[in-house]
């Protein structure tokens, strides 16, 4: 057997105790071949550790002068150093998954509980790849990258691992900045996409402000009450759900249903404000403020504006082709024309104006019912009648 050079830090207990020849063979030929490497002042630092298979103790049997300066430990207790100066974090990888060194952090605590698995995976894998952050007693924080290979000594139950250590300070230092960057950028993602999201709700505040000060206006120049356009939209969200649209649809509808009418603010006011019925040319130029509406709120492409400008359109179509001013009929009238066609009569019956009364809930759903399949979606006004209870508490509610 070769002799062992005379090291000075040699700590080891296989080569004195009672294992194997071969195994004791092999920890001589790595301690001179590391001991030789060591003469030639190579930068990565080489060790040799080794446990037993039914015990969590490590120890060195050989660790090259670096590691013992680094830890400031010449005794033989060099493993449970190097355990106590590992701090904050440690990365593994899983040689077996082809990853490189990954970038899972492990605490401490974390590390020693996953210590038996990952010793079977280097056992089982033949290699180790790990970087440890140290704490050295000087104060100084160093990264160390430890490649070893794994020997499994089945005769003797002893696992070898011999590997190298390389200082990757450096380069972890750079990785921890370029962590704390991205961090920081997330960070400021976040906040900018918080602020965009704060600005869009504001914008769309003020959109829906802008269009219901212009259904106000355009009710202002008609006789009916101002609670019209508001009982109105809410009649069209509650029958627009009874309907089966989905919440956003509905709420579409309750903000887009106030600007039906806004095409009355082209109808000049010898129409407008007649007190009288309007004979048959001033109804047809009366019609006109559906298409006025429409080409008032055309244009733009959100749902809102999209929504109301069809509510504008088809407000005065009839399921059965007799209304204005398309003559669409039955469902070729979109969803929410028609919704608001019902609730528009619905509401103008149940209140009160300057030249007649308001007539009583009941009387105004036999006049829907009546209509039913004429002017009115067939199957719309069933569904209002279904909810008359709701339709009930609007009207009440907007009552008093
Ligand atoms: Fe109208
Ligand atoms: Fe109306």
Known sequence: ???????????????????????????????????????????????????????????????????????????????????????GRCIYSDQRARKRVGKKILDHRQLSRRRDQLRNEGRNSGQVEAIYKIAAPTGNLHWLKDQATVELFVDDRICLSLGMLIDVTKEMQAEEELA???????????????????????????????????????????????????????????????????????????????????????????????????????????????????????????DLMRTARSIALNHHEKWDGSGYPRGLSGKGIPLSGRVSAICDVFDALTSERPYKRAWPLDDAVLELQKERGRHFDPQLVDSFVENIHEIKAIHDDQAT
């Open 1 to 87: 057997m070769k002799q062992i050079p005379a090291l000075g830090h040699y700590s080891g207990r296989i080569l004195s105790g009672n294992f194997s020849d071969r195994l004791k063979a092999r920890v001589l030929e790595a301690i001179c071949h590391f001991h030789a490497l060591e003469q030639f002042a190579c930068a990565p630092i080489p060790y040799i550790s080794a446990w037993r298979e039914d015990d969590p103790a490590i120890w060195y049997e050989f660790a090259g002068r670096g590691l013992r300066d680094l830890l400031d430990c010449y005794g033989a207790d060099l493993a449970e150093h190097l355990q106590k100066a590992i701090i």
């Open 180 to 302: 704390r960057v991205e961090k920081e950028l997330r960070r400021h993602r976040h906040h900018l996409e918080v602020l965009v999201r704060d600005r869009t709700r504001e914008l769309r505040a003020a959109q829906l402000e802008v269009v219901q000060r212009l259904a106000r206006a355009a009710e202002c120049r008609d006789q009916k009450t101002g609670d019209h356009i508001t009982k109105m939209s809410r009649y069209c969200a509650m029958l627009g759900v009874a309907a089966g649209m989905r919440k956003n649809a509905s709420d579409l509808l309750f903000h887009a249903a106030p600007m039906h009418d806004v095409g009355k603010i082209g109808i000049t006011d010898s129409i407008l404000l007649k007190p009288g019925p309007l004979d048959a040319d001033e109804f047809e130029l009366m019609k006109g403020h559906c298409v006025i509406g429409a080409k008032l709120l055309a244009g733009h492409n959100s």
